[in-house]
Every structure is written in C-alpha cells, then in structure tokens.
C-alpha cells in the first residue's frame, strides 16, 4: 500500500518535493497543504507536475493516520509547525526543510528533543564527491601531518526567485529566520558531516546589499580540527554560483566543484579517486537527482546516517546564534 504524504508549504521548496513524490507515488497519495491567508500560489518550473494540491488551514490538518510529513513552509514557522505535527502524532516521520529553527529559544528546545523520527533536508550529503570524501577523510587525515579545508559556497540570492522581489522573500530576512547565515547553510552542514568533533574559534557575517539590510549576506568561519584549520565562506551576493571545497596537505591537494561537478587531485593520494560516470549531465537534473536521493532514504525502512537528526542539527547550529540571536554583525564570535 502506498504511503500517505503531507507536505506543508507549496512555495518552490514544497512543490519541487511534490513533484518528485508524484513521480515515485500516486499523485492521491500526495497532498500540498498551505494556510489560507498564504499569498497566490507562485507559480514555479514544478508547478505543472503537480497533479493534487489541497490547500487548507494548518489547524485543520489531521495527521493522525499520516506516514510521513515534510515541513516546507516559511522558515520562521518550522518549529511550530513541528510542534503541532508531532502533538498530534508521535510515530509519523517529519523531515523539515533547513533550517530547522529561526530563533535561539527554538534551536535550544530543538536540541534537546529525543526524536528519532524528525530529520532535516541537507541534499549536498547525498553528492557523490560528498559521499566519496567522507567515506575516505580517516584514511586522508591519517595519512598526513598536517592539513587545511577550505569550503566556499556562493550564490545569487536575486535568481533565487525570479517571479519575485527577492528583497520580500523570508529567505533574507533575518526576522523570519533568513540571511545566509541561516538559509544558505549547506556549507556549515559539511564542515559538521565531515569533522563532527571539530571546534568553532571566531565567525562573522556581514551584510553588503543594503537596501536589504537586515539581512546577513555573508557568513565566514573557523574551524580547528585538532590543530587543523577548516576555513567556510558563503555569500548570497555571487553572479556566479560556486560551491566547492578543497583539502591540502603536505603530500597531495585535492579540489572538489560540485556543481560542475568535478574533482582534481595534484600529488599522491592514498585514495582510489571517485568516478562520475552516473552523474546526470544537466545542473536542474542533477540538483532533483540529489532530491530525490534524501526522500527516498527519508521515506525507507531503516534511514541512513546521511540523514540527519532535528536535534543533531540544532545543537551543531546553536554556537551560531548564541550571542545576539540573529541581529546583524560584522564582529568575530569566540567560544
């Protein structure tokens, strides 16, 4: 029998979700649900692959017999919106969209949570290269004395959503969660997924576009991995979009691009090098590609640990926010 599916929120991150579902399951077993006083339904490249949308009030929706949720709605409503979920049913498996929190108060209480069953979407952890490197980083980082890691992620927030004035959308406003800080966030998620017992020493963001201030348009920090610096930079201000990650060290450097993507490697690695021949030639098809990866490990049996736990994710992110909430900066935090 196949599964019953809410998804919440029916801007682009719901409706490309949707889509991908109604492609793997029945259109009737998919139902988009958004509030009633949401704004008109924007029209996206998903939207015509959509076939079942049922747009009601949150408070009217009845879970209760419910498989799986996914929370895709304003980040500012992520927490409640899990809170209402999860009163309602206990045993139903949440994935929200990231971030998972927009508040302290909420990352806190989210941190604590013992939840099995609620999960965030990172689709970069289900990137080849990214799969490639973390199954290899013991073998690297034993092999070496010394090492740096440098990840730099960079996009153009304007492109974002075109049918639109990016300066209204939540994903820059940093009162309903937004800014890069929060929402451009995949870079931090690595640092995290490939160094879980790494340290933060200092971080600042900053904002250069100002007509949208307030809003955090850059992120930069450091890490220490033993006494290994791991250096992030991301940024919403690029014409370019750019997110790649590079490891040196004495004996060999190795770059990553995944967006090309693509991997070089200069010296001697102690690692077979990864192979790319089952990557889709199109950036749109490879970017749904690594979609459909985490719903269909969200929606398993037993979920992998590519899939990250709620209360993982905002413990990690918590050091980010613990000072001043998410006022704008352009000062270090130490810890």
Not at 6 to 30: E, H, K, T, W
Not at 54 to 66: E, G, H, K, S
Request: charged share 15%.
């Amino acid at each position: 029998m196949s599964p019953k599916i809410f998804v919440i929120g029916c801007g682009s991150a719901g409706q490309r979700y949707m889509s991908l579902l109604n492609s793997i399951y029945s259109p009737s077993d998919v139902v988009g649900v958004r509030r009633q006083f949401s704004s008109p339904l924007t029209r996206t490249p998903f939207l015509q692959d959509i076939r079942h949308n049922n747009f009601i009030a949150l408070d009217d929706i009845q879970p209760c017999d419910t498989d799986y949720v996914i929370i895709a709605n304003p980040s500012s409503l992520h927490s409640t919106t899990y809170s209402y979920i999860r009163t309602l049913t206990p045993s139903c498996r949440i994935l929200i969209e990231k971030p998972v929190c927009s508040s302290v108060n909420e990352l806190t209480h989210m941190s604590s949570l013992e939840d099995p069953n609620t999960f965030v979407s990172f689709q970069y952890r289900y990137h080849p290269l990214v799969h490639w490197f973390r199954v290899h980083i013991r073998q690297l980082v034993e092999d070496v004395d010394c090492f740096t890691f440098n990840i730099e992620h960079a996009d153009n927030v304007k492109a974002w959503h075109p049918w639109e004035d990016f300066t209204q959308s939540y994903s820059v406003q940093m009162s309903l969660g937004g800014g890069c800080t929060q929402t451009l966030c995949h870079a931090q998620d690595l640092i995290h997924y490939f160094f879980p017992d790494s340290t933060i020493i200092s971080y600042q963001n900053g904002n250069s576009i100002k007509k949208i201030y307030p809003c955090d348009d850059w992120f930069n920090a450091l890490y220490l991995e033993q006494s290994n610096p791991l250096r992030l930079f991301t940024s919403y201000v690029s014409h370019r979009p750019h997110f790649a990650f590079s490891f040196t060290s004495e004996r060999f450097h190795l770059d990553i691009d995944m967006l090309t993507p693509s991997f070089c490697c200069h010296g001697s690695s102690p690692c077979n090098l990864p192979v790319l021949s089952q990557i889709p030639k199109s950036p749109a098809d490879f970017r749904l590609h690594l979609f459909k990866c985490l719903l269909l490990d969200f929606m398993s049996t037993h979920p992998s640990q590519s899939l990250p736990l709620a209360s993982s994710v905002a413990n990690e992110f918590l050091p980010y926010n613990k000072s001043d909430s998410f006022h704008y900066s352009c000062t270090s935090r130490k810890y």
